[in-house]
């Protein structure tokens, strides 16, 4: 069992930047891959970015549309850390930030393993 805990949300301007951090229990996290997740009060789950587990010599990151060019997600395996750097945040990214592990190459919500149970981020205009 890994526990998830996401920090790091919170009241950012528009335009501001927010670092996302979501810390695992076990030391096995860098065999996961990794994805964060988000939802938009009355909307469904979306995805916005993952990055590989340990699979090679280099991770491998992607996006969504949405937030591409302005969200960057990392990982540092020594601190079991995902990381989610968002800058030039707008109101619409208003929602509730989660991240996921899953051993399997998939960003689909239904294969993720363990979950966190989000953090907010809230976006004025």
């Known amino acids: 069992q890994v526990q998830l805990v996401e920090s790091g949300g919170g009241l950012v301007q528009a335009g501001g930047s927010l670092r996302l951090s979501c810390t695992a229990s076990?030391?096995?996290?860098?065999?996961?891959?990794m994805t964060w997740f988000r939802q938009i009060p009355g909307k469904e789950r979306e995805f916005v970015a993952a990055?590989?587990?340990?699979?090679?010599?280099?991770?491998?990151?992607y996006y969504a549309d949405s937030v591409k060019g302005r969200f960057t997600i990392s990982r540092d395996n020594a601190k079991n850390t995902l990381y989610l750097q968002m800058n030039s945040l707008k109101p619409e990214d208003t929602a509730v930030y989660y991240c996921?592990?899953?051993?399997?190459?998939?960003?689909?919500?239904?294969?993720?393993?363990?979950w966190g149970k989000g953090t907010l981020v809230t976006v004025s205009s």
């Open positions: 996921a592990a899953t051993t399997r190459a998939t960003i689909r919500e239904d294969d993720m393993n363990y």
């Open positions: 076990r030391p096995t996290f860098s065999a996961y891959a």
């Open positions: 990055i590989t587990g340990l699979g090679g010599s280099t991770y491998y990151a």
